[in-house]
């Protein structure tokens, strides 16, 4: 029989042995790559952080409530925040949580830090199903954030003539910034942005292969393919004003070594190459030893509805409103 020596030291090897499985699990659980490209990674990181607790509530609670199922596999949660996005979607939509959380916070990162800005009293509310890809699809959101005094929305939808849905306010603003003459117009979304993780020093935007990438500014094409295992087809440029462009996994380069390209020019197209999971292009700037983040280097603008298109969208925009506000008779 086993007889534990002065006291329970047993106790402690027990919970040093579970520490050290967790901490394996957690080592094990990171990306392999320097340039990790999953999609849910990017602000799983953001959505860990912790909510900082207030005092006054200013909303009423959402009653604990099972997922509403809706047409075609989308389902809603609402819920308050508690500790952090992650801990509170976890809570409210079970394993699918983390994925959600990812997804949710990469609509709101632009207005919200949410490693910081989260309050006692914020309240998430989103229509999502999953995704066949182990993503999570969100195609309506809104954040109620007691900081900002505000409800932050997001509204998927495609206009006629766009490749892509992407997300609106319900005044028809593109929720998403994008870079003015940046290396990409057509994408469907930007998937990570330099402030998500330290290790990866690029701006990651979701674009299906063969997409026209173009000079960010004029320069020379430096060099092409290097460390093709990690960068797949890629392309290094020397801009005239002084940065260096990397953009990695191409699928096509159409500019050599040495050549002089001028702003706005098709240079390489879009590809999945390389240590990458899914189609991408990974843009990089550097300026000297110094990552420069393309959302200092670019000007910033958001897209605007108008006319026929603003009310096209009004008419879908009032449609999943009503969708989410459905199940108000949960609370
Ligand atoms: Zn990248």
Same mark, same amino acid.
């Given at each position: 029989m086993f007889n534990p020596p002065l006291g329970k030291p047993w106790l402690l090897y027990v919970l040093l042995g579970t520490s050290l499985a967790l901490n394996l699990v957690m080592v094990l659980d990171?990306?392999?790559?320097?340039? $990790?490209?999953?999609? =849910?990674? =990017?602000?799983a990181a953001a959505a860990e952080a912790t909510a900082e607790p207030a005092p006054v509530a200013s909303l009423a609670p959402v009653a604990p409530a099972a997922p509403v199922a809706l047409p075609d596999g989308w389902q809603i949660t609402k819920a308050d925040v508690d500790h952090s996005l992650a801990r509170t979607l976890q809570n409210a939509?079970?394993?699918?949580g983390d994925a959600l959380a990812a997804a949710y916070a990469r609509l709101f990162v632009w207005e919200l830090d949410l490693r910081r800005d989260l309050q006692k009293g914020d309240q998430v509310e989103v229509i999502w199903r999953p995704h066949p890809e182990s993503v999570v699809e969100v195609l309506a959101a809104r954040y109620h954030s007691r900081k900002l005094g505000t409800t932050l929305e997001a509204w998927k939808w495609q206009a006629p003539g766009e490749p892509f849905a992407v997300y609106w306010d319900s005044t028809g603003r593109g929720v998403e910034r994008r870079l003015m003459g /940046?290396? &990409?117009?057509?994408?469907?979304? &930007?998937? =990570? #942005? #330099?402030?998500?993780?330290?290790t990866h020093k690029g701006m990651d935007f979701k674009a299906p292969v063969g997409t026209e990438v173009l000079?960010? =500014?004029? /320069?020379?094409?430096?060099?092409? %393919?290097? %460390?093709w295992t990690a960068n797949g087809n890629c392309m290094e440029l020397q801009l005239d004003d002084g940065h260096l462009v990397k953009l990695l996994h #191409?699928?096509? %380069?159409?500019v050599e070594a040495g050549s002089r390209i001028t702003k706005g020019q098709v240079i390489a197209l879009s590809g999945n190459t $390389?240590?990458?999971?899914?189609?991408h292009l990974h843009y990089e700037l550097h300026k000297g030893d110094k990552v420069v983040d393309p959302l200092d280097y670019h000007k910033l603008e958001q897209q605007q509805l108008t006319g026929a298109t603003l009310e096209a969208f009004k008419v879908e925009q009032l449609r999943l409103a009503a969708m989410l506000d459905g199940s108000l008779a949960l609370r």
């Open positions: 990171r990306p392999s790559s320097p340039d $990790g490209e999953t999609e =849910a990674e =990017a602000v939509a079970g394993e699918q /940046g290396p &990409i117009q057509r994408y469907e979304q &930007i998937t =990570a #942005l #330099l402030k998500d993780r330290p000079a960010p =500014a004029s /320069g020379t094409v430096t060099r092409t %393919n290097w %460390n #191409l699928a096509e %380069n159409k $390389g240590r990458s999971t899914a189609p």
